[in-house]
């Protein structure tokens, strides 16, 4: 299975702040990755696919980048409804894995 | 409006069965493939398992092949999982999940609210 390790595993910031999330492959998965948002008690949310595809109705704010092993999640000026957990998730080939989650926090 | 409601959540021993339902709603639901994703308390999301729009097809995680069993009726607009042989490690929030594009695709924009399962003696 492919291997996908995710960091930071925590994070603080303050509303305003520019953010980024790094995910990292085991194997190259071309551009098939997928960031998604997930407050608590809620269900997942996709926010971008094929790397740095943004999903119809999320904000700006947020874009992706990368492709092969390594790519990256960007929160460009964070606001108060972004604090949550972030996981990106591989659709390569199966099985489909998620990284291990980043939690945003406010500072 | 996509909706997706999953079912059959609930408390059973080890080494017990429990069968999970999502009902979908809003969509042409055998052109899609859906999955399911699980998440134990306070951990990350793991997917589980994953069947083709037509129901040909299915996938496992390693963790439960042999012991669970993915299946859909389109006809009913629904997703199914049976589980079997349960361990306290399948402990976990159930969530199912709508692939974004056709019948294989691997991203998931649709998610249900989620059921719980607890593996407990």
């Known amino acids: 299975a492919i291997r996908i390790t995710q960091s930071p595993s925590s994070l603080s910031a303050s509303t305003g702040d520019r953010v980024t999330i790094t995910c990292r492959a085991s194997?190259?998965?071309?551009?098939?990755l997928a960031w998604y948002q997930q407050k608590a008690g809620k269900a997942p949310k996709l926010l971008i696919y094929?790397?740095?595809t943004l999903q119809s109705g999320v904000s700006s704010r947020f874009s992706g980048s990368g492709s092969g092993t390594e790519f990256t999640l960007t929160i460009s000026c964070l606001q108060s409804e972004d604090f949550a957990s972030y996981y990106c998730?591989?659709?390569?080939?199966?099985?489909?894995?998620f990284g291990q989650g980043t939690k945003v926090e406010i500072k | 409006e996509v909706q997706l409601l999953e079912s059959g959540g609930g408390l059973v021993q080890p080494g017990g069965s429990l069968s999970l339902s999502c009902a979908a709603s809003?969509?042409?639901?055998?052109?899609?493939?859906m999955s399911w994703v699980r998440q134990a308390p306070g951990k990350g999301l793991e997917w589980v398992s994953g069947?083709?729009?037509?129901?040909?097809?299915?996938y496992y995680a390693d963790s439960v092949k042999g012991r669970f069993t993915i299946s859909r009726d389109n006809s009913e607009n629904t997703l199914y999982l049976q589980m079997n042989t349960l361990r306290v490690d399948d402990t976990a929030v159930y969530y199912c999940?709508?692939?974004?594009?056709?019948?294989?695709?691997?991203?998931?924009?649709?998610w249900g609210q989620g059921t719980m399962v607890t593996v407990s003696s």
């Open positions: 094929a790397a740095s």
């Open positions: 069947i083709s729009g037509s129901g040909v097809t299915t």
């Open positions: 809003g969509l042409s639901f055998s052109s899609y493939a």
């Open positions: 194997q190259g998965i071309s551009s098939y």
């Open positions: 999940a709508k692939a974004y594009g056709g019948v294989s695709d691997g991203k998931f924009d649709y």
């Open positions: 998730q591989q659709y390569y080939s199966h099985p489909w894995t």
